[in-house]
């Protein structure tokens, strides 16, 4: 037999064996597997119309909802869970390792394990509607104080984020020195969110911080950087109540944002904005504050020093955070509490807040630890 | 021996003398990952001895009847996996669709086991011994058991080992591979109980 002959049969051969098989997956997918179209209802209220036969995390995320997960739908990182109330069956082995026994009771599963077969109904956070990764760039670092940078991100992919003033998002750290691989770091926004293609974000140098330590000594203007969200409970609630908002050091990011905001659509609630600071060279956009209050009749801006210096020449209030908020606050009765800083600071404030009438359940905090 | 028998002796053989984890150390890596408990390593086996037992009847037809008429038994190696992967697919979402606690308690295992060397092992050794069809299902379901009775031994040792004092550099994989060392000395007490060709 010539090698020609020899080398056309085997490829023949090959080819015609693949080819029936191939045909034969082809047909298997579009019969066996094939479940039609079926509905997925959210939280009682969306229903979403999908091809049935994928993982529920791949299927959400095609309809761009993203549940967080870090492993890409393997199995092996257990994040992804969402409840199922009806059609997901019964509990795959493996899921079981990262379901606790209160979990199986709500009928929480993993979603890259659970296959959209039939009708499904399922809960997920309202936030994770909005959550999406976004690309963006450095566009502007600038010095707030020695030791707070604001760092303005220019969204690229998407082009713009819609989220609720006082949210976080996550900003991946690249590796670099200090990191073998990359890490996330949630951090406040504190720009507006009328301004849907910027986010900007205040970040306190820590010493040897992994993520801070990246963001201050190695981040550019013009980098290319990751983050996703936007997340979190943090942001005003729409009541008639006055509003006292205390803060501390880069805990001033949420509440500028809330305050843009309320500037923004005109919320003109009673408000009181305690920020504490060491000195005046920790203090930061007091001009940006006057200005809100320029166009928010009802809202003061007071900022208080612990421990002014003589060459400060400051004039305005001085003490702990704690006893300037005792000192302002009349009566808690009509108050909820908006507080973000140091879990020391948010401690205390919660304290002073409780006792002066303020219900427990009406003050919201972010503690940055 | 009565060639009538011969394909019982085979199915014998591939179980306890001629052990396909033991005595040829094939289908490790899943062996060695997924032997930490009982349940799973029983899943995982049955669906293993299901699917040599199939996929050696399989390639032994594609092998009798495709490849050595056109003369192609070097392509055997590719053609074979190919077979086994498409199999395996099939099989996964059939029993996806049709019972869902099999698919629990098996499906889950099978995209495990395309790639599980002890199964292509079974089709070729099918081929070099030069079974007939009879010999080579019962050669694949043999080796089938005979790995799963491993897996289930070894799975069976470890969870004992879960309360031993095991030196630091030994756990996992190390002290792992050093008991299937031990059984296969142990399984070596079988030979000459049953001859194969």
Same mark, same amino acid.
């Given at each position: 037999m010539f090698p020609v002959t020899t080398l056309l049969i085997s490829v023949g051969a090959i080819t015609a064996v693949s080819t029936f098989l191939a045909i034969l997956m082809v047909i298997a997918d579009a019969t066996i597997a094939n479940y039609g179209e079926v509905k997925i209802k959210i939280n009682d209220d969306k229903e979403l119309t999908v091809d049935g036969g994928r993982p529920l995390l791949s299927t959400l995320m095609g309809e761009g909802i993203f549940i967080p997960s870090a492993c890409g739908g393997r199995g092996s990182c257990g994040l992804?869970?969402?409840?199922?109330?009806?059609?997901?069956?019964?509990?795959?082995?493996?899921?079981?390792?990262?379901?606790?026994? #209160? #979990?199986?009771?709500e009928n929480i599963r993993l979603s890259c394990q659970v296959k959209v077969k039939n009708d499904l109904e399922i809960w997920i956070p309202e936030e994770l509607f909005y959550v999406k990764e976004f690309k963006a760039k450095v566009a502007r670092i600038r010095d707030l104080t020695h030791d707070i940078k604001e760092i303005t991100l220019k969204l690229v992919e998407p082009p713009e984020i819609q989220y609720k003033a006082g949210q976080f998002i996550q900003l991946q750290i690249p590796e670099y020195e200090l990191t073998e691989e990359p890490v996330y770091r949630a951090y406040s926004m504190s720009s507006c969110p009328c301004k849907r293609d910027t986010v900007e974000l205040e970040i306190r140098y820590v010493p040897n911080g992994i993520s801070t330590t990246y963001i201050h000594k190695y981040l550019k203007e013009g980098d290319d950087v990751i983050f996703n969200g936007p997340y979190g409970e943090f942001y005003l609630r729409n009541t008639e109540r006055d509003i006292v908002f205390i803060a501390g050091g880069s805990g001033m990011a949420p509440i500028k944002s809330i305050l843009l905001d309320m500037a923004e659509k005109g919320i003109n609630r009673k408000a009181m904005y305690f920020f504490g600071a060491r000195s005046k060279r920790d203090l930061f956009l007091v001009e940006e504050m006057h200005e809100i209050e320029k166009k928010l009749p009802n809202f003061r801006f007071i900022p208080a020093l612990s421990a002014p210096l003589p060459e400060d020449n400051w004039e305005g209030e001085t003490g702990l955070i704690t006893d300037v908020v005792d000192k302002y606050l009349e009566s808690g009765d009509n108050v909820e509490a908006y507080l973000c800083g140091s879990p020391g600071m948010i401690d205390a404030c919660v304290k002073v807040l409780t006792a002066n009438g303020v219900p427990e359940e009406l003050i919201y905090y972010d503690k940055f630890g | /021996?009565?060639?009538? !028998?011969?394909?019982? @002796?085979? %199915? %014998? $053989? +591939?179980?306890?003398?001629?052990?396909?984890?033991?005595?040829?150390?094939?289908?490790?890596?899943? %062996?060695?990952? !997924?032997s930490r408990e009982i349940k799973t390593s029983l899943g995982l086996g049955a669906a293993v001895i299901f699917v040599m037992a199939v996929t050696s009847a399989l390639n032994w037809i594609v092998y009798e009847y495709i490849l050595i008429p056109l003369d192609l038994t070097y392509l055997r190696y590719i053609v074979f996996i190919i077979v086994i992967a498409a199999f395996v697919q099939i099989v996964e979402m059939i029993i996806e669709r049709v019972s869902e606690t099999l698919y629990a308690a098996l499906g889950?295992?099978?995209?495990? &086991?395309? !790639?599980?060397? $002890?199964?292509?092992g079974a089709s070729l050794f099918m081929v070099i011994r030069q079974y007939n069809f009879l010999s080579s299902f019962m050669y694949g379901f043999?080796?089938?058991?005979?790995?799963?009775? +491993? &897996?289930? +031994?070894? @799975?069976?040792?470890?969870?004992?080992?879960?309360? @031993?004092?095991?030196?630091?550099?030994?756990?996992? $994989?190390?002290?792992?591979?050093?008991?299937?060392?031990? /059984? @296969?000395? $142990? %399984?070596?007490?079988?030979?000459? /109980?049953?001859?194969?060709?």
């Open positions: 992804c869970k969402v409840k199922v109330t009806s059609g997901a069956g019964q509990y795959l082995p493996t899921e079981l390792p990262w379901i606790s026994e #209160e #979990e199986r009771a | /021996m009565n060639p009538s !028998v011969y394909p019982v @002796a085979i %199915f %014998f $053989a +591939a179980i306890f003398t001629n052990n396909i984890l033991l005595t040829n150390y094939l289908g490790m890596c899943s %062996f060695l990952s !997924v889950i295992f099978l995209p495990l &086991i395309t !790639v599980n060397c $002890a199964i292509l043999g080796s089938g058991i005979g790995w799963s009775i +491993a &897996i289930l +031994a070894m @799975a069976g040792i470890r969870q004992k080992l879960k309360n @031993a004092k095991i030196p630091r550099g030994l756990e996992g $994989a190390g002290i792992t591979l050093i008991i299937t060392g031990m /059984m @296969a000395l $142990a %399984f070596i007490g079988f030979t000459g /109980m049953i001859k194969i060709s």
